[in-house]
């Protein structure tokens, strides 16, 4: 089963701090990975993308990795601030053997981060 | 601002009425995709739209069906509302039809609320 799993579930972190995020899949054909940040009650905002060949990805204070051997990915968040709390979710996009599976998205749970002062 | 537009934000009706929800894509998009999120739910992929057609289907009830029109808008709509049918719905819209490729953009999403 295409399946995309995170963890931990909830985080509390002290602003400043950094903390890292997980994420397992067994989506299968694997075409990219993606990491959203979606904020209470609105869509989510892609932070970055990342396909097989990619190990690792930047976009400012957030860096994601991808081990597709161990279908592994992890979202690092340096110098947390108080505007990250959020929930942080990874999908994965399956690649197609016909033209439905190529268009989809499997979510993950979702980790919810709360930065306090 | 991701430029993708839902209407109506908020939603209360009772159950067995029927709802529309429109979703404006972005400018140029012409893949327009629906997802459900219920409380403390991961998104589940409804329907997708390529200009005007239906390219693929997730886990959509009968109950519900959408469209996209000539000007690329799109409308889901959900029938025969049951209290289990509350939920964050929301709207994407890429410019490929394939995600393999390309970045999906997420509407503000529209909350049902069934009473």
């Known amino acids: 089963k295409n399946q995309v799993e995170q963890s931990p579930q909830s985080l509390i972190i002290l602003e400043g701090k950094n903390c890292t995020l997980q994420?397992?899949?067994?989506?299968?054909?694997?075409?990219?990975l993606r990491w959203y940040k979606q904020d209470t009650g609105r869509g989510p905002v892609s932070l970055t993308i990342?396909?097989?060949?990619?190990n690792t990805k930047s976009n400012g204070r957030y860096t994601a990795t991808l081990d597709a051997d161990t279908k592994q990915s992890s979202l690092h968040i340096t110098a947390s601030q108080l505007s990250d709390s959020a929930s942080y979710i990874c999908?994965?996009?399956?690649?197609?053997?016909?033209?439905?599976?190529?268009?989809?998205?499997?979510f993950g749970g979702g980790t919810r981060l709360m930065v306090k002062p | 601002d991701s430029g993708v537009t839902q209407t109506p934000k908020h939603l209360i009706t009772a159950t067995g009425q029927r709802v529309t929800l429109r979703c404006s894509p972005r400018?140029?998009?012409?893949?327009v995709y629906w997802y459900q999120q219920s409380l403390d739910q991961g998104l589940q992929f409804l329907i997708q739209?390529?200009?005007?057609?239906?390219?693929a289907k997730g886990n959509i009830l009968e109950r519900f069906s959408a469209q996209q029109f000539p000007d690329l808008h799109s409308e889901l709509n959900l029938s025969s509302l049951e209290l289990g049918d509350s939920a964050l719905y929301f709207c994407?819209?890429?410019?490929?039809?394939?995600?393999?490729?390309?970045?999906?953009?997420f509407g503000q999403g529209t909350r049902l609320t069934v009473v």
């Open positions: 739209y390529y200009n005007g057609e239906e390219r």
């Open positions: 994420c397992n899949y067994t989506v299968s054909p694997f075409s990219n």
């Open positions: 990342m396909t097989f060949s990619e």
């Open positions: 999908v994965v996009t399956r690649g197609w053997k016909n033209n439905n599976a190529g268009n989809m998205l499997t």
């Open positions: 400018s140029g998009d012409l893949s």
């Open positions: 994407a819209s890429s410019l490929g039809q394939y995600l393999t490729n390309t970045e999906a953009f």
